[in-house]
């Protein structure tokens, strides 16, 4: 079983800066992707950034403002979020790709959700 905490949502006024972070646990063998998402009331999740080996892709709406970084001896992913708008509203979710040890097979695992709210 493999579990992922997420930690660091809040409310921030347009122009702050937050930083997510996400801690995988459990029966981990490997970890082959990260990212964040993040979904908002009636819409579906997207896709904000991600990460594998060394390459990282990012929304449009979110490129130049947000950076996804990897803490790997900790199983962890950051979102650095800077320069927040009000359309950045939204609840987060990290997402891992991992192998667990029991299985030896690929499964998909989310955290919990972060509430991000930009506002003055």
């Known amino acids: 079983q493999v579990q992922l905490v997420e930690s660091g949502g809040g409310l921030v006024q347009p122009g702050g800066s937050l930083r997510l972070s996400c801690a995988a646990s459990g029966s981990i063998f490997r970890i082959y992707s990260m990212g964040w998402y993040r979904q908002t009331p009636g819409k579906q999740r997207e896709l904000v950034a991600s990460?594998?080996?060394?390459?990282?892709n990012y929304a449009a709406s979110v490129r130049g403002r947000f950076t996804i970084s990897t803490e790997n001896a900790k199983n962890t992913v950051y979102l650095q979020m800077n320069s927040l708008k009000p359309e950045d509203t939204a609840v987060y979710y990290c997402?891992?790709?991992?192998?667990?040890?029991?299985?030896?097979?690929?499964?998909?695992?989310w955290g919990q959700g972060s509430q991000v709210t930009v506002s003055s």
């Open positions: 990460i594998s080996k060394d390459s990282a």
């Open positions: 997402n891992m790709g991992v192998i667990t040890l029991i299985t030896l097979t690929p499964g998909d695992y």
